[in-house]
C-alpha cells in the first residue's frame, strides 16, 4: 500500500505513522461501531412490530412504513456519502451521521404519535445510509487486496453480532418493560463510535473547494422513493385502481426516468452511472437488489409469523433468531477467507442455493412447527448469507479503478437496500393478498355440505352448551371461533407462499452472480474499469 512522501497527522498515512500496522483494527472497529447500531437497532424493532401495532393502532400495511421508512431513507444517503467525504471528510461525515443516529433513535423512544414514530425511523435510516458505505471505503484503504476479504469477514463479525443479539435485547426490552426501550439500545454504543471516531477516522483530504452536490438529483430520487413506497404501502388499501396509488406510481415512474437521465448529462453526478459500464460491477449490482429484496424480506416475515401465528412473545422470537445470528458471526471469518481464495461468483452462487434451500424448508412453516426445528431453518439460511455478502462487497469494488471506489461501495449498498425497501413492500403486499384470497377461498367451501365444518359447529356449541352459555350466543360463538381459524389458517398459507418467492428469489440470483465472473482475488484494485478481461 502507497503512503504520501510527507504524511499529514490528519490523513491516513498520518495515523499509520502514529499506530503502525494496529491502525488498520482500530479504524475498521470505529467504523463497525456504527454499523453496529444501526443494525442493533434495525433488527431489534421487528420483534417489536406487534406491541407497536397495538399501541398505534396500526395495520401491517402502516407498520410497514417503521421498515420501508428505514430503508428508503438509507438508500437515498447512501449516494451522499461519495460527496459528504469528499467535501468534509471520513471524520465529520462520521460523526454527523451518528449523531443523527442518536437523535432519530430518542425521538423514535419517546414518540407520541405514528408520525413522530415514523420521522424517527426515517432519520435513523439517513444516518444508516451514510453509514455503511464509509466503512467499506475505509477497509479498502487501509487492507491491501489480498486481505480484504478476511478483513471484510471480520468486520462482519461485529455487525452480524447486531442480529444476533439484537432481536432477543429488543424481545426482554419490550416483554420486561416497553417497546420504547429498543430504540434506546444503540445510543451507548454510538457514544462510543463517536469518540473512537475523533480518534482514528482521517479529516478531509480533498484539496479545493468541495465538489458541487446534487441536488436535483437528490430531489428526484427522493421523490421516486417516496411516491414509490407510498403507492405500494397503500395500494392493497385504497385499491390499485385508486386515484391516489396510480397518481404515485405514475409520479414515481417519471421522477425515476428523471432521475436517471439527469444523472448522466449532469457533470457531478450524484450516482456515477457509468460504473455500470463496467460489466463485473454492474452484475454485483444486480446481485445486490435482488440480495437486498430477499434477506430484508426474510427477516421482515419470520418475526411476525411467529409471533401472530404460532403466539410467541417477542423475547421468544427475539431468542429464535439468536442462533441464527451466532452461527452468522462464526461463519463470517471463515467467509471472509475463503472470498480471499475462490471467485466472488462462485462463493455467491453456494450461499445462494444455501439460502434458498433454507427459504424453501420455511414454506413448511405451521403452528405446531417446533423452536429448534425453525431454528435450524434459520441457521442454515444465515449460512449461506456468511458467504454472499463478504464475496458481494469485495467483487463489487474489486472490479472498479481506486478513484471509484467511494462511488461504487455507495453505489453497490445503494442497491441493496433498495432491493430490501422493494422486498419488503412487494412481500407486504403478496402476504395481504394471498390471505384475503385464501380466506374467500375457504369461506367459500364453508356450507351445509361441508361436513367438517358442520361437525364443528356441532361439536362447539355443545361444548358452549356444557359452559352453560345461553342458547342465543352458542351459534354466534360457534361461527366467531370457525371466523377466526380460517383467518389463521389463511394467514399460514399467505406466510408459507411468501417464503416460497423467497426461494425462487435466490435461485434467479445465481443468473447475475455467473455474470460476476473475474480474475481471481488478489489482483490490484487498481485495475481499469473499461475493457476488463473476464473469464
Known amino acids: 500500500m502507497r503512503l504520501n512522501a510527507q504524511p499529514s497527522p490528519d490523513d491516513i498515512a498520518g495515523l499509520f505513522a502514529r499506530y503502525g500496522p494496529a491502525y488498520r483494527w482500530l479504524v475498521t472497529v470505529t467504523v463497525m461501531l456504527g454499523t453496529f447500531s444501526t443494525v442493533l437497532t434495525a433488527t431489534s424493532v421487528n420483534v417489536a412490530l ?22 428508503a431513507a438509507m438508500t437515498g444517503t447512501m449516494l451522499l456519502n461519495a460527496w459528504a467525504v469528499e467535501s468534509f471528510g471520513q471524520r465529520s461525515t462520521y460523526i454527523a451521521a451518528v449523531s443523527v443516529f442518536i437523535i432519530g433513535s ?20 439517513a444516518a444508516a445510509g451514510l453509514l455503511q458505505p464509509l466503512a467499506m471505503q475505509v ?16 468486520y462482519g463479525v461485529g455487525v452480524v453480532l447486531a442480529p444476533a443479539i439484537g432481536p432477543t435485547l429488543g424481545g426482554m ?20 463510535g463517536i469518540f473512537m471516531g475523533l480518534i482514528f477516522l482521517p479529516g478531509r483530504t480533498a484539496s479545493g473547494p468541495a465538489r458541487r452536490f446534487d441536488w436535483i438529483g437528490f430531489f428526484l430520487l427522493s421523490i421516486f422513493l417516496l411516491t414509490l413506497l407510498d403507492g405500494l404501502s397503500h395500494g392493497q388499501r385504497d385499491g390499485w385502481r385508486s386515484h391516489t396509488i396510480v397518481g404515485d406510481l405514475a409520479i414515481a415512474a417519471v421522477t425515476g426516468i428523471a432521475f436517471v437521465v439527469w444523472e448522466l448529462v449532469t457533470p457531478a453526478p ?7 459500464a463496467n460489466r463485473t460491477f454492474a452484475a454485483a449490482s444486480a446481485v445486490a437488489l435482488i440480495f437486498g429484496a430477499g434477506i430484508f424480506a426474510s ?21 429464535l433468531l439468536m442462533p441464527a445470528g451466532l452461527v452468522l458471526t462464526i461463519f463470517f471469518p471463515i467467509a471472509g477467507r475463503l472470498t480471499d481464495r475462490f471467485a466472488a461468483w462462485q462463493m455467491i452462487c453456494i450461499g445462494c442455493v444455501i439460502f434458498a434451500l433454507s427459504s424453501f424448508l420455511q414454506t413448511g412453516f405451521d403452528v405446531d412447527t417446533g423452536f429448534w426445528t425453525a431454528a435450524w431453518w434459520m441457521v442454515l439460511g444465515r449460512i449461506g448469507l456468511a458467504m454472499i455478502m463478504p464475496a458481494l462487497n469485495t467483487g463489487a469494488l474489486q472490479a472498479l479503478p481506486a478513484a471509484l471506489v467511494a462511488q461504487g461501495s455507495g453505489a453497490v449498498n445503494f442497491m441493496r437496500q433498495l432491493g430490501g425497501a422493494l422486498g419488503i413492500n412487494g412481500l407486504s403486499v403478496m402476504l395481504e393478498r394471498r390471505t384475503r384470497f385464501h380466506v374467500e377461498s375457504f369461506v367459500a367451501t364453508q356450507d351445509a355440505a361441508n361436513s367438517t ?13 356444557q359452559l352453560g352459555v345461553p342458547p342465543g350466543l352458542r351459534e354466534a360463538g360457534a361461527l366467531d371461533y370457525l371466523g ?14 411468501c417464503f416460497l418467492a423467497c426461494a425462487l428469489l435466490f435461485i434467479l440470483l445465481v443468473l447475475p452472480a455467473l455474470m460476476m465472473r473475474q480474475p481471481r482475488p488478489g489482483m490490484p484494485a487498481a485495475v481499469p474499469a473499461a475493457g476488463r478481461s473476464t473469464r
Open 484 to 497: 377466526r381459524t380460517i383467518v389463521a389458517q389463511a394467514s399460514m398459507m399467505g406466510y408459507r407462499e
Open 106 to 125: 430518542v425521538l423514535g423512544g419517546f414518540a407520541p404519535t405514528e408520525p413522530i414514530l415514523v420521522l424517527g425511523r426515517v432519520l435513523q435510516g
Open 139 to 154: 477497509i479498502f484503504q487501509v487492507f491491501p487486496a489480498n486481505r480484504r476479504g478476511r478483513a471484510m469477514g471480520i
Open 299 to 319: 427477516t421482515y416475515l419470520v418475526p411476525l409469523f411467529v409471533q401472530t401465528i404460532q403466539g410467541y412473545t417477542a423475547t421468544r422470537a427475539g431468542l
Open 50 to 71: 406487534p406491541d407497536i401495532m397495538g399501541a398505534f393502532g396500526m395495520g401491517l400495511d402502516k407498520v410497514q412504513l417503521l421498515s420501508t421508512g428505514f430503508l
Open 453 to 465: 365444518t358442520i361437525e364443528l359447529l356441532r361439536g362447539l356449541d355443545g361444548l358452549y352448551a
Open 270 to 276: 450524484m450516482l456515477n452511472l457509468k460504473l455500470y
Open 173 to 192: 426490552a419490550v416483554d420486561l418493560a416497553s417497546w420504547r426501550y429498543v430504540f434506546f439500545m444503540s445510543v451507548p454504543v454510538c457514544a462510543l
